[in-house]
T-cell receptor, first 113, second 114 residues
Framework: SAVISQKPSRDICQRGTSLTIQCQVDSQVTMMFWYRQQPGQSLTLIAT?????????ESGFVIDKFPISRPNLTFSTLTVSNMSPEDSSIYLC??????????FGEGSWLTVV | QQQVKQSPQSLIVQKGGISIINCAYENTAFDYFPWYQQFPGKGPALLIAIRPDVSEKKEGRFTISFNKSAKQFSLHIMDSQPGDSATYFC?????????????FGTGTRLLVSP
């Protein structure tokens, strides 16, 4: 299985600021994804992080709000821009590992005050 | 068509009992159906998964039953233990499209009472 490390694991942020979340995988992977899980809710895909090109965003998510980088096959970042309390969520990095199994990191728990 | 419907929303089972969580889907292109287990403060962990060419898959106390014609699949937890208390998510994706986007159910919060 792929080992996924996310930083920060938890943060409290001021309204109007931006925060960048890092995702590091212990092996090269083709597919990397970013999900959001709002309190008590299910997981929603934000975007697919494409290596060497722009991320592919799902409906309701835009690059200006959630810019994503993917400089290589083991690393990606997600920035949550101009945060509001509604952005308080768990942000999860996900990768496709061997056998096309999809794994998740432990998540980055953001609280916006 | 991209939805996966999951029930029940919450479930209380006595220790030693059987926990059953059900999911249904519409998109016949889905060909991979994983279940994830999430403990408070943790990310989702893959529990067990099934492909539609089999009707059942068992791993230890966890069994997935799959009914292709009804487009339904379910998770059975046998001999449920307090340590199984967690939120369970079913999911589905179409691997053949080459764009592996998981669609999640709404989650079931399971509590196994001692």
């Amino acid at each position: 299985s792929a080992v996924i490390s996310q930083k920060p694991s938890r943060d409290i942020c001021q309204r109007g600021t931006s925060l960048t979340i890092q995702c590091q995988v212990d092996s090269q992977v083709t597919m990397m994804f970013w999900y959001r899980q709002q309190p008590g809710q299910s997981l929603t895909l934000i975007a697919t992080a494409n290596q060497g090109s722009e991320a592919t965003y799902e409906s309701g998510f835009v690059i200006d709000k959630f810019p994503i980088s993917r400089p290589n096959l083991t690393f990606s970042t997600l920035t949550v821009s101009n945060m509001s309390p509604e952005d308080s969520s768990i942000y999860l990095c996900s990768v496709t590992g061997a056998g096309n199994t999809i794994y998740f990191g432990e998540g980055s728990w953001l609280t916006v005050v | 068509q991209q939805q996966v419907k999951q029930s029940p929303q919450s479930l209380i089972v006595q220790k030693g009992g059987i926990s059953i969580i059900n999911c249904a889907y519409e998109n016949t292109a889905f060909d991979y159906f994983p279940w994830y287990q999430q403990f408070p403060g943790k990310g989702p962990a893959l529990l067990i998964a099934i492909r539609p060419d089999v009707s059942e898959k068992k791993e230890g106390r966890f069994t997935i039953s799959f009914n292709k014609s009804a487009k339904q699949f379910s998770l059975h937890i046998m001999d449920s233990q307090p340590g199984d208390s967690a939120t369970y998510f079913c999911a589905a994706l179409s691997m053949n499209t080459g764009f592996q986007k998981l669609v999640f159910g709404t989650g079931t919060r399971l509590l196994v009472s001692p």
